[in-house]
């Protein structure tokens, strides 16, 4: 099974950017599809964006496009979420997330989870 670890969080002033890591151990980490969510206070968890096995697939929430790209690098176990021009409805809790599958966009289709990493931006 594969172990999630994210890391890059913080608070950000609103039109500001932040990278987001998420390290994955324990699996082999390019049989899986990875996916980022986030989670407001009060709010269901949504998907941000996800990305297939090889990296060359990528879905993004409508909201979330043009401003936040995913990528992986599968020789360091690694997925990324770089987001530009952050404003202050973004402000959440993030998780990464895996699949032995095929990308999904529904968190019930994901069953590996980080412990998530806060993003908090000020306007």
């Known amino acids: 099974q594969v172990q999630l670890a994210e890391s890059g969080g913080g608070l950000v002033q609103a039109g500001g950017s932040l990278s987001l890591s998420c390290a994955a151990s324990?699996?082999?980490?390019?049989?899986?599809?990875m996916a980022w969510f986030r989670q407001a206070p009060g709010k269901e968890r949504e998907v941000v964006a996800a990305?297939?096995?090889?990296?060359?697939?990528?879905y993004y929430t409508d909201s979330m496009k043009g401003r936040f790209t995913i990528s992986r690098d599968n020789g360091k176990n690694t997925v990324y979420l770089q987001m530009n021009s952050l404003k202050t409805e973004d402000t959440a809790v993030y998780y990464c997330?895996?699949?032995?599958?095929?990308?999904?966009?529904?968190?019930?289709?994901?069953?590996?989870w980080g412990q998530g990493t806060q993003v908090t931006v000020s306007s």
């Open positions: 997330a895996a699949r032995l599958s095929r990308v999904g966009t529904v968190f019930n289709e994901y069953a590996y």
């Open positions: 324990g699996g082999t980490f390019s049989a899986y599809a």
């Open positions: 990305v297939n096995w090889s990296g060359e697939r990528t």
